[in-house]
């Protein structure tokens, strides 16, 4: 067991001025002692036996636990999204998502990322294409502005660490470069 060194009076005083002169990071509200007192409620009374209905939880089994959260999303690095484009660092994979429905197009998406995780691919072009031209502005690249939100989703970010959109040549508008998440 050691011992706590005592303070001479020097000491004392110079903490003593120390501590008068720190003020908190943030301040927090705290209840009075009255306040806790009124606001708590007593926990409800139960019997030392259980009745013959009630069974106790299963021994060894601890309850059930959240999953983590997922991880945020990384913006690519500049200088990542530049090999990208000039073609120094290569793409590993592709999907094309012209011509599907959402439903078809998540499903497909979320299949291709899992795949792709699983084999340790590094950055894969995701095809959204631009939208038809002829249609009402409301009804242009559906999964041009799904697709972004869908890679935002839970149950994407566990495979993706970033996209960003993808350079002219690889599609601009209507592609995105799309980093992996490395399996495990």
Do not use: C
Not at 170 to 179: K, Q, S
């Amino acid at each position: 067991m050691t011992r706590r060194r005592v303070l001479s009076e020097d000491e004392r005083a110079l903490w003593e001025s120390v501590a008068k002169q720190a003020r908190p990071l943030r301040k927090r509200t705290r209840l009075t002692k009255a306040e806790t007192v009124v606001t708590a409620e007593p926990p409800p009374r139960t019997s030392a036996r259980r009745s013959a209905n009630e069974s106790a939880p299963p021994p060894g089994k601890p309850a059930a636990m959240k999953p983590p959260p997922s991880p945020p999303l990384v913006p690519l690095a500049r200088r990542e999204r530049a090999h990208l484009s000039r073609g120094r660092i290569e793409i590993d994979a592709r999907l094309d998502l012209h011509g599907m429905t959402q439903a078809r197009a998540h499903g497909a998406l979320l299949r291709f990322l899992q795949r792709a995780s699983g084999d340790g691919l590094r950055f894969v072009l995701v095809v959204t294409g631009k939208g038809n031209s002829a249609a009402p502005r409301s009804e242009r690249g559906v999964l041009r502005r799904q697709v972004p939100e869908w890679l935002s989703l839970p149950e994407f970010r566990a495979f993706v660490i970033g996209f960003e959109e993808a350079h002219i040549g690889h599609g601009g508008g209507g592609a995105l470069y799309v980093r992996v998440r490395r399996g495990r």
